[in-house]
């Protein structure tokens, strides 16, 4: 438990900051999560929090500026320059349980389906000997799941890509977790691999206009403050033909029995295993909170294509009915 | 620790006593499966223009590299594209395998009226069925150029995930072809002049793979020979039911005949 823990636990941070957030707009559920669950709960667990994050008085203070902008923080509805510290609070405390959080949660399927995304991608295909050099930029890759993926897929297409993988994360928790492990890497692929630390919205300099080939994020965008300000700064990035690929959490609606299977899983198991097993139940509340309040594949889509980019077919694979969902846009070439 | 005690019997009825968010289903039926002329389609966009570019540079070189991811980098380059564009499309090599299955089933309304068109202005019309092995038969010929990657294509198709697809285009091109034949029928044969010709076409498709004849002929013949069993299969069906009618009905007048109440 390396993570630092400020004192108090962050319901109570909740309980303090609401009333003043319900000012700014409606909470959509204001009932949640269920007064007798927090009952069994609360007192017995401690939750971590970042002690970097604001304390309720800042952030009192902070709401009390008025015409801020709103956004969502689960079920919450909370400013949207608190929101990036309080998603960073959720994902420093899970960083170094996160991989063994995502096998209990999905039973290990989350594996398939980062297999089938970066297969489905052909990283590092050529035509040519030596090929088109390929530059990616693997965003909210913190531990370095899909990067390592892509890059092993590469070696296994080609035996020499030209291929350069840049992990981007806005968390330097999982940014170094990451780190850590691609030191177990072959040689040949942590050559081909570069971390960033930095916020998606906004790329820093180094990462130039058109200049990269495919522009990947797994499981983060949900978390992003303004999704649609990372789409155009993904469309502002890639290459004209560049491929913005996206996996994501997303709605199991077109099968309804499945769908309340699945509902009762996320809402009722996850919070409690992250709760045992990474001693964090409202990270993990965040987490399907954050899940459900995702556009459909539809209004993603939408938003893929007002950001700029072309899709092919519908836009989107779901995966396991639509609990996940695979998005792609071609920058058009004009 | 009593506390230990209480949340273990909680967790189960926690699990189901957990709030959901209302959920909502979605029930949409886009568009009508048969053909309509009082309710066209609305104009079908199939590809943008992006992958309009990436399929039809890569189907020109299906015959060398088949269907393949390959063939789809390749087309990707010729287009002017980075290869990675290629990969946005969502299923791959099946993409194209099915950019061939829509591009040729949309070709044949166009070469109807080249098919048709003279005998069409003479006197003698030709009858339903023999446009119908007409059009089947100019469908096959649109697999020509492929037919030695066609087994492999088969495969693909066959895949489960790939399965759904690959028959609803099956039966878009059935539909196609009774329509285009002039078929005007709405009593069930509908179905049954459909599933008939589906997995005629189907099983003359698989032999014409490993048909080495001039021109194909032997496909051709093996086409008309199912199509003749058919025809008479349905004779046979219709016959059959005509005479159950009439021995139902008749046996239901000796009974009423004989005082019963029916």
Known sequence: MAAPRALGSARGLRALSRPVFQLQSQSPSPSFPSPSLSRCFSGSVPCLHDANAPSPSDRASSAGAAGNKTTHFGYETVLESEKENRVAGVFHSVAESYDRMNDLMSFGWHRVWKDHFVASLAPGLSTSNPGQPQRILDVAGGTGDIAFRLVSAAHAASPNPKLHVTVSDINSSMLSVGRDRSLALPASHQACLSFLEANAERLPPQVQDNSLDLYTVVFGIRNFTNPLAALREAHRVLKPGGVFACLEFSKADKHPLFNYVYKRWSFGAIPLIGQLVAGDRDSYQYLVESIERFPSQEQFRDMILEAGFEVSGDGYEDLTGGVAAIHKGVKPLA | ?262
């Open chain 2, 1 to 262: 620790m009593s506390p230990s005690r209480r949340f273990g019997t909680s967790l189960a009825s926690q699990l189901l006593r957990t709030p959901l968010p209302p959920s909502t289903t979605r029930t949409a039926f886009g568009r009508h499966c048969y053909h309509s002329y009082d309710h066209p389609p609305a104009v079908a966009v199939s590809y943008g223009s992006t992958e309009q570019a990436i399929l039809s540079a890569a189907y020109t070189h299906v015959p060398q590299h088949g269907f393949s991811q390959r063939a789809l980098a390749l087309g990707a380059e010729d287009a002017g594209y980075p290869t990675i564009s290629a990969s946005v499309l969502p299923d791959g090599a099946f993409s194209l395998i099915r950019y061939h299955l829509v591009t040729r089933r949309e070709e044949l309304s166009g070469k109807t009226k080249t098919i048709f068109g003279e005998k069409n202005l003479g006197a003698q019309q030709l009858s339903t069925a023999a446009r119908v092995e007409q059009l089947t038969w100019e469908r096959l010929l649109g697999n020509k150029d492929v037919v030695h990657r066609w087994q492999e294509a088969l495969a693909i198709m066959a895949q489960p995930s790939y399965m759904p697809s690959s028959l609803k285009e099956l039966s878009l091109l059935a539909d196609d072809i009774w329509f285009l034949a002039g078929d005007t029928s709405v009593d069930p044969s509908w179905y049954t002049k459909r599933a008939s010709l589906a997995t005629i076409y189907a099983s003359s498709e698989l032999f014409m793979t490993t048909d080495k004849s001039e021109g194909f002929f032997e496909t051709r013949d093996f086409l008309r020979r199912r199509l003749e069993e058919v025809k008479q299969m349905g004779s046979v069906v219709g016959s059959v039911s005509q005479w159950l009618g009439f021995t139902a009905n008749a046996g239901i007048n000796v009974l009423r005949n004989k005082g019963l109440r029916i």
